[in-house]
């Protein structure tokens, strides 16, 4: 397994360093412009942060899927599959360097906004007041605070590893069972967004039924539930996919 894993970096570790470059730019940007008090670059930088931590989590996620997909589809890794390993070692390897990667990239984002943060605040103080404000405006369900914060995003975290498992399941649907046929990335696809909708849907409909009003906002009790909600349909999707891959692919 651990071989499989460091088999699955090496294969992905360029495009994380492209997406750390970006990240070295845009927090050089906001760094200068803080030292320098030009408010137009602090802004873009901070902006341009925003946007490259929700691009590095996704992108992470969609390449370790078309990852899989040119495994199972092509012969360029057949030799993956020749290895004296499972498709639930294979998927495993597959799914802990993708999750571990991305959870990886959400605490390393989550302690630069920290420190960015502390930062500003040790710097002009205004981000306190900023904060306080955003507090006052949002009420006690909703305000922020370090733990809430990173619950709230463990919780995104677990959301999209769940993302990525079903989009395993989708493309293995599509390179399996439907064999490549024409359509099967189109169909897939829709499998896909059912899968995703309804669970959410029902995730919906559990909390609509048996929330009570202490859990409504971005509260312990609503997290944990979250967290244990979405990490489950992560194991299903995961067994479901690894038995189609030994059962019924053809590589």
């Known amino acids: 397994m651990g071989n499989l894993i460091k088999y699955e970096f090496r294969k992905t570790w360029i495009i994380k360093a492209i997406i750390l470059v ?5 927090e050089l940007l906001f760094l200068a412009g803080t030292f320098s008090k030009n408010e137009d670059m602090q802004a873009t930088g901070i902006i341009f942060l925003v946007l490259t931590t929700l691009c590095a989590l ?12 040119k495994d199972i589809t092509t012969k ?6 020749m290895t004296p390993h499972n498709s639930y070692t294979i998927l495993g390897a597959k799914l802990i360097e993708n999750a571990g990667s991305i959870l990886l990239a959400g605490v390393f984002y989550m302690v630069l906004a920290l420190i960015d943060i502390t930062f500003l605040a040790a710097y002009n103080g205004e981000i306190v007041e900023a904060i306080d404000l955003i507090n006052e405006i949002l009420g006690e369900h909703y305000s922020i605070d370090t733990y809430r914060f990173i619950m709230i995003s463990f919780d995104m975290i677990t959301v999209w590893i769940f993302n990525i498992v079903t989009g395993f399941f989708a493309v ?8 490549g046929k024409k359509g099967s990335g189109i169909i ?17 409909f559990i909390m609509d039924c048996y929330t009570s009003a202490d859990m409504i906002g971005f509260t312990t009790g609503r997290m944990v539930y979250n967290l244990i909600y979405y990490i489950g349909f992560t194991v299903v999707m995961y067994v479901i ?11």
């Open 22 to 26: 970006f990240t070295a730019i845009f």
């Open 241 to 251: 996919t690894a038995w189609i891959m030994d059962n019924k692919l053809s590589v």
């Open 76 to 81: 360029q890794s057949y030799m993956l599959f």
């Open 58 to 69: 996704f992108i992470i996620g969609i390449y370790g899927i078309f990852r899989l997909h």
């Open 188 to 204: 897939s696809f829709i499998l896909y967004l059912f899968i995703t909708g309804f669970i959410e849907k029902l995730h919906n």
């Open 172 to 179: 293995t649907i599509s390179a399996s069972v439907l064999n």
